[in-house]
């Protein structure tokens, strides 16, 4: 996974046999790419139970110049999905008032139901997390937070940088881990704290847990603290 550049930025997936040789089964000679017209920044990817690939990434496209989420399906054979979006690609810019555009950073396929969690955040100020449910077609999920996006303000800023999908119990099928950092700017707690946040399987915060719904661990830099993040 990662991005190509020639007179743009491509997202690329490479495919390698057992043994590391290109699968030249795979896309054109073991590599798959996509344009979406301007630039694209491959983040993340996914692997669908059927063998298909999903990729995430920053999109650019050709017109306004706002990086949007930039989501991907290929097929097992490294061929663009045209039931996915239309033609293979979704984007989705959410709420983001800035050229910068949401950044996005991770997602996860829920194994269940084939749906596809993507995580990161928006640019403006305070910069909160994004958690956005597409269905495997590539439309969002109107019933997830209403609408397919949820959005979490962490003191003055806050970043969602990894996801998961829980499925061990009745209770939590279908719930979404969020993992990221938040940063008080100012004030004697100034510094970058660790953040979890968990989402119930229709999108609302997850009051049972953390206070509510997120937990926030002190990572700032001290002795014996190396200040590391999620």
Same mark, same amino acid.
């Given at each position: ?17 057992? $043994?590391?040789? !290109? ?11 996509? $344009? ?10 996914? @692997? ?17 110049? +706002? ?9 097992? %054979? ?15 810019? =959410? ?6 555009? #949401?950044? #996005?950073?991770?997602?996860?396929? $829920? ?7 993507? @995580?990161? +955040? ?5 910069? &909160? ?7 495997? $077609?590539?439309?969002?999920? #109107?019933? =997830? ?19 998961? /999908?829980?499925?061990?119990? !009745?209770?939590?099928?279908?719930? @979404?881990? /969020? ?8 004030? /004697?707690?100034?510094?970058? =704290?660790?953040?979890?946040? &968990?989402? %119930?399987?229709?999108?609302? #915060?997850? %009051? ?12 700032? %830099? ?9």
């Amino acid at each position: 996974l990662g991005t190509r550049t020639v007179t743009t930025e491509d997202f690329v997936v490479a495919s390698y046999n057992l $043994d590391g040789t !290109p699968d030249t089964d795979f896309g054109e000679g073991g590599i798959a790419t996509c $344009d979406f017209g301007r630039y694209e920044e491959a983040e993340a990817m996914a @692997v669908d139970a059927d063998g298909s690939i999903v990729v995430l990434g920053n999109a650019v496209a050709d017109g306004d110049g +706002y990086s949007r989420f930039g989501l991907v399906r290929f097929s097992s %054979q490294g061929i663009l999905d045209d039931e996915f979006g239309g033609d293979g690609l979704v984007q989705m810019k =959410f709420e983001s008032n800035t050229l910068a555009g #949401p950044t #996005p950073r991770d997602l996860a396929i $829920d194994s269940a139901t084939g749906k596809i969690i993507a @995580v990161g +955040y928006t640019n403006d100020t305070p910069s &909160r997390f994004i958690v956005a449910r597409f269905m495997p $077609d590539g439309d969002l999920d #109107p019933s =997830f937070s209403g609408d397919g996006a949820a959005y979490a303000e962490i003191f003055e800023s806050a970043m969602a940088l990894a996801v998961t /999908v829980q499925s061990n119990g !009745p209770d939590t099928d279908g719930d @979404v881990i /969020v993992a990221g950092k938040a940063y008080h700017v100012t004030g /004697v707690s100034k510094g970058t =704290f660790a953040a979890l946040a &968990r989402y %119930q399987a229709d999108g609302a #915060p997850d %009051q049972d847990f953390g206070a509510p719904s997120i937990i926030i661990g002190d990572v700032r %830099q001290s002795e014996g603290n190396s200040g590391n993040t999620a």
